[in-house]
């Protein structure tokens, strides 16, 4: 049996949240740590399934799981390659690293869960990224958009220097700055639309309207919005994921994708809100994409997820990108 009082001081002491549950996945340990992470008391956790602590979602996954551990146990990560989440008793998610060790008593094996909070690394991480981008951005518009202006300042004045002896090479010369104008201003527009903080105004339908025509204005690209005159009702924080992935998926096919058709459609089917955002451009091989440099299409994964809901990429080099976003209309 479980354990002796040093064996508990010592689990106790530890910096980490620990959570001790033995082979049939009961909670049999937990220290002060983990009471303060999840936002139970000890009480409610002894005795109770692990699963209290995973969302619901990856309650029955995580069941296999544990049986396999049991199974072919040793010391390593759980989840190798995944974002683990771990549930609050207030059902709020957060990003964890845990740790497995196996646990020997005599004729019983325990399974030592070490659970550390990755919130606040993830947080510096994201900051860490925003710098980089603003950084990039400002690279860009030094290199790219002011260069454009210079030469367009210069063709101006050469345009002034013929405008009384060849009025027509002047005229040329105006003609064509006025076409690079037009693209320096096509770039600042896409910049914007990508800067421009999401504003959720309550009505996802709106809102998607209003972002498509932004884009469509900022792009020059066309976008057919396919947008039912209504919808259920959906949760705001679900919502509000919707509509920045929306953004962010349009943001990529400008940036990345070379299409010359793109679809956004919506369709309210079986207590779920489906929404789709299809380009007909260059596509790209998504299991080939790994590292930290892209977190783009990853935070949409890993949003929707923690809402509940389910995403999906579908593209190939040639073929177009098609992403699916499903969110469930119930709590
Ligand atoms: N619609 C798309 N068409 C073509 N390639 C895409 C599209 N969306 C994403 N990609 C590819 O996937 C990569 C990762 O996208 P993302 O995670 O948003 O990161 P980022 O946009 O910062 O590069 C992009 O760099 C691009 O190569
Ligand atoms: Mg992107």
């Known amino acids: 049996m479980l354990p002796d009082k040093i064996f508990k001081a010592v689990v106790e002491a530890l910096p980490d949240a620990v959570v001790i549950a033995n082979q049939a996945g009961t909670i049999e340990l937990v220290n ?14 002894l005795a109770q399934p692990v699963e209290i602590l995973v969302p619901d979602e990856f309650r029955d996954a995580h069941i296999g799981h544990r049986d396999q551990y049991v199974r072919h146990p040793g010391t390593r990560p759980m ?36 659970i550390r909070d990755l919130s606040e690394r993830n947080h510096m991480r994201n900051q860490l990224e925003m710098e980089q981008e603003r950084q990039r951005i400002a690279m860009d518009l030094h290199d790219g958009t002011i260069q454009s202006i210079y030469a367009t300042a210069l063709a101006l004045e050469l345009a002034l220097g013929d405008i009384v002896q060849d009025p027509v090479v002047a005229g040329k010369r105006v003609d064509s700055s006025i076409t690079q104008l037009n693209g320096v201003i096509g770039d600042i527009r896409a910049y914007i639309f990508d800067l421009r903080p999401v504003h959720c105004s309550g009505d996802l339908l709106h809102d998607l309207a209003a972002t498509i025509d932004e884009f469509r204005a900022s792009t020059q690209l066309q976008v ?21 992935i929306t953004r962010e998926a349009l943001s990529n096919i400008r940036k990345h994708a070379r299409a010359s058709a793109i679809a956004v459609a919506v369709v309210d089917l079986d207590q779920a809100i489906h929404l789709q955002v299809q380009d007909d451009g260059v596509g790209f091989q998504a ?31 040639g073929a177009g990108t098609t992403l699916r976003v499903r969110m469930p209309t119930g709590l």
């Not at 207030?90 to 399974?111: A, H, K």
């Not at 590292?291 to 935070?299: A, E, I, P, S």
């Open 287 to 317: 299991a080939a994409l790994q590292g930290q440099t892209h977190r783009g299409l990853r935070n949409m994964r890993l949003r929707t997820q923690r809402l509940g809901g389910a995403f999906d990429l579908e593209s190939a080099p």
């Open 32 to 45: 002060g740590q983990a009471e303060a992470l999840f936002g139970y008391e000890r009480d409610e956790l």
């Open 224 to 244: 057919s919005p396919q947008l039912p005159p209504s919808i259920s009702e959906l949760r705001d924080d679900r919502a509000a994921a919707m509509l920045h």
């Open 79 to 114: 989840g190798v390659g995944v974002e683990l989440l771990g549930r609050r008793k207030n059902g709020q998610m957060f990003p964890v690293e845990i740790s497995l060790s196996p646990l020997v008593r005599g004729t019983d094996t325990y399974i030592t869960s070490v």
